[in-house]
């Protein structure tokens, strides 16, 4: 990638357009890249060959596509895989391409690094770096040679989608947008924790499926665990999302870890139903995925399927999310904390 250029992966129609206009090219080419861009997914200016050739040689002065291939992969013996990209201010991102009998699924970050600090995950214990452009989290999708067999996407990886919503709706929108990617919203899911400014944007500018980090339906232990409740009570996070339909095409999830003598009894359960009763959504069960320096534990899978048959059986419909490339250390933040400590003792040794 050249830093003096800006990238076209990313852009808008309406952005293209302005791009195009500002160039002195006609209107319609802002279209033409857009389909080379999005659906030829093309990896430089001169593949755009409908565009002539004075016109591509002015795009190329400031511009090019802006696609970068991941520096490091780890696969799983269960045929997932770990990519980590490199940003360009050298910092180190991390999705996952989680392949399944009738599904891909490919798991993108948002950010590097994350403020929210999670007790409980990888990423929160790196701290908050950067956002990431829509170019940075379309490039995660762009540039995996799985990209062609996707048919989901989940923003489950690294950072808080809605501490970033701007430019996560731009990359929403050339995901679904016919002269982008032209998916149905039903194939993405943006996972939050909830936060106050963005979930009511969120719901009301996007159609994605949206997943709730809920973990413990007792605010001062939520607090615990994810300090944004304090900001933000999952109170308040379901009084909003009351007022939302997710009877049709839009689906609502909740995400529980469920940690062994923590959140895992029937206390809890019966909580997590009072707490959601007549909300037309899901509970995904979720295995901890264990990080160092944490006192907590998965609880075990008998515990599990007792948490799940009872939210079941009391009209909250819970399944276990399979806990996948466990050999690869699936558990987000890990592979990039891993790389960047190793990038800061080589600079440190040097
Ligand atoms: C990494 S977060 C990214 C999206 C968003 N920031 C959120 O928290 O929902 C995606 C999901 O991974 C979960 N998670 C984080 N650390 C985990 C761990 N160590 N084991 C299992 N799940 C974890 C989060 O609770 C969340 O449901
Ligand atoms: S779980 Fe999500 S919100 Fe919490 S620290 Fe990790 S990435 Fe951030």
Same mark, same amino acid.
């Given at each position: ?10 852009? @808008? ?11 002195? !090219? ?8 857009? $389909? ?11 593949? !755009? ?12 002065? &400031? ?12 696969? /799983? ?23 399944? +009998? ?13 403020? !929210?600090?999670?007790?409980? &995950? ?28 996707? @048919?989901?996407?989940?923003? !489950? ?20 947008? $016919?002269?982008?990617? +032209? ?7 943006? /996972? ?15 159609? &994605? ?47 529980? %870890? ?6 895992? $009894? ?24 264990? %990080? ?10 008998? @515990? ?15 399944? %276990? ?6 050999? %690869?250390?699936?558990? &987000? ?6 790389? *960047?400590? +190793?990038?800061? *003792? ?5």
């Amino acid at each position: 990638m050249d830093s003096t250029k800006a990238p076209l992966l990313g852009k @808008t129609l309406d952005e293209l357009t302005q791009i195009v206009l500002d160039l002195g !090219m006609p209107k319609f080419t802002a279209g033409q890249i857009a $389909s080379w861009l999005y659906g030829r997914k093309v990896a430089s200016i001169d593949e !755009m060959t409908n565009l002539s050739v004075k016109n591509r040689e002015r795009l190329k002065e &400031c511009y090019e596509v802006g696609a970068t291939a991941p520096v490091h992969e780890m696969r /799983s013996v269960d045929g997932t895989v770990k990519y980590l990209f490199r940003t360009p201010e050298g910092d180190y991102v991390e999705s996952v391409y989680i392949p399944d +009998a009738d599904r891909a699924t490919l798991c993108v970050s948002s950010q590097v690094g994350c403020k !929210m600090n999670c007790k409980f &995950c990888m990423t929160g214990k790196q701290g908050y770096t950067n956002s990431l452009t829509a170019a940075q989290i379309l490039n995660q999708i762009y540039s995996i040679p799985e990209r062609d067999t996707l @048919t989901n996407v989940v923003f !489950m990886g690294m950072g808080e989608p809605f501490d970033n919503l701007d430019e996560v709706l731009r990359a929403l929108e050339i995901l679904t947008a $016919s002269y982008g990617y +032209a998916w149905s919203p039903k194939r993405i899911t943006v /996972s939050s924790v909830g936060l106050r400014k963005g979930l009511r944007r969120f719901l009301d500018e996007s159609d &994605c499926h949206l997943a709730i980090s809920l973990h413990s339906p007792f605010p001062a232990q939520r607090q615990e665990l994810m300090p944004a409740e304090k900001a933000f009570s999952i109170v308040e996070i379901v009084d909003i999302l009351r007022q939302y339909d997710f009877s049709k095409q839009r689906r609502l999830s909740f995400e529980y %870890i469920v940690f062994k003598g923590v959140n895992d $009894s029937l206390i809890y359960a019966k909580e997590l139903v009072r707490l959601l009763r007549g909300l037309d959504c899901r509970m995904n069960l979720i295995r901890f995925h264990a %990080i160092p320096n944490v006192d907590l534990e998965g609880a075990d899978m008998e @515990t599990m399927l007792a948490f799940r048959d009872y939210l079941t059986q009391h009209g909250l419909f819970a399944t %276990i999310r399979a806990s996948r490339g466990e050999d %690869i250390f699936a558990a &987000c933040g890990m592979l990039s904390t891993a790389k *960047q400590q +190793a990038n800061k *003792q080589n600079n440190e040794t040097v």
